[in-house]
């Protein structure tokens, strides 16, 4: 009689078991039809890429920044980027005329590791919240017009300036067929989504090298997966073409110098 009824429940925990996996099957296959190509509107990616999110608080500590004590805490970047915020080394970031956001949204990721650099983490650790609002409000004041007289990185030439057709049609028009928008509608002129800088007086060496991090996977901080979504599709040929034109300022002296 205890025989039967054993026999009799086995079936049953089959059952349970293969209910139970294929409720988790379905979630899993959503999750992988969803995954990278379609950044904007998808599923959140697995690894969370960033720990700051635009809330009204995120964006009131921002704007509270005091550009004077900004001035004083710079004294410890001006090594590496620049005392007017241009870097002399064509690999460092230029952080003058940085829109506040971006500039805190870096620092932070530098400090939570969601973004890796281990000189950045280094210095983001000795900063609080503040500091780093206090240095946004400070580099973002600060002129982007040239002057001959410091010793700056930027602008460079391009190698090869018939690749400015190139990067020009991407910047301004994007390419539909792959959905690449163009770069100007987030990273301005145009227009700017929140937290993506301006790359026009940004030093072309390191926007090649930052486009590289993010198709091969070693920057993943930004949210939405909207950069990694984008430099992944761009040939060899236009990442240079693009870091190049950026980098050479996009003006009409960039063919020339
Ligand atoms: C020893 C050199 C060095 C010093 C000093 C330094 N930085 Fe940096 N910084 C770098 C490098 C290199 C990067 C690019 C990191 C990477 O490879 O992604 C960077 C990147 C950044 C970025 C990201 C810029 C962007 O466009 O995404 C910000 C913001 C920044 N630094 C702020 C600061 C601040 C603020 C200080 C001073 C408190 C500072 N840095 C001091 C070398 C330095
Ligand atoms: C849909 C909006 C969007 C479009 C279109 C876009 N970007 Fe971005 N980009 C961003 C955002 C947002 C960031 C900041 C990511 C982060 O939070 O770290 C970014 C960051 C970058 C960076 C890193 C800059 C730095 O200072 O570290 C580079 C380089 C870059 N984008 C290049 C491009 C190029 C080139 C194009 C056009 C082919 C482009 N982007 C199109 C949103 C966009």
């Known amino acids: 009689m205890s025989h039967a ?3 009799s429940r086995a079936p049953t925990a089959v059952f349970w078991l293969a209910t139970l ?3 988790f099957a379905i979630p899993l ?6 995954s990278p190509a379609q950044p904007a509107n998808s599923t959140p990616p697995l690894r969370i890429p960033s720990d700051v999110a635009w809330t009204q608080e995120t964006l009131t500590i921002i704007s509270s920044g005091d550009s004077f004590r900004g001035l004083l805490l710079a004294r410890r970047c001006n090594h ?3 005392e007017e915020g241009f870097s002399s080394v064509p690999a460092y970031p230029n952080l003058a005329g940085l829109d506040r956001l971006s500039f805190w949204k870096q620092v932070e990721d530098f400090r939570s590791g969601k973004r890796i650099s281990p000189i950045m983490q280094t210095i983001a650790e000795g900063l ?3 500091d780093s609002a ?3 409000a400070y580099y973002a004041l600060l002129p982007t017009a040239s002057d001959p007289l410091e010793n700056r990185a930027f602008p460079q030439p391009m190698q090869d300036p018939s690749r400015a057709t190139i990067a020009i049609r991407l910047i301004v028009f994007g390419d539909g067929q ?9 990273h301005g002129p145009v227009s700017y989504v929140k937290g993506a800088p301006r790359l026009d007086v940004q030093n072309g060496t390191y926007l090649a090298e930052q486009l590289d991090h993010f198709s091969n996977g070693s920057r993943t901080n930004d949210i939405n997966v ?7 599709q761009l040939t060899a040929e236009e990442k240079t073409a693009l870091s190049e034109c950026y980098g050479a300022g996009l003006g009409p002296g960039a063919n020339s110098r």
């Open 5 to 7: 009824s054993r026999v």
């Open 21 to 23: 996996l294929g409720l």
């Open 29 to 34: 296959s959503l999750a992988k039809n969803h």
């Open 80 to 82: 590496c980027h620049g």
């Open 128 to 130: 609080a919240a503040r």
């Open 134 to 136: 206090d240095l946004a």
């Open 178 to 186: 792959r959905g690449i928008p163009p770069c100007q509608s987030c």
């Open 226 to 232: 909207r950069m990694r979504s984008i430099a992944i």
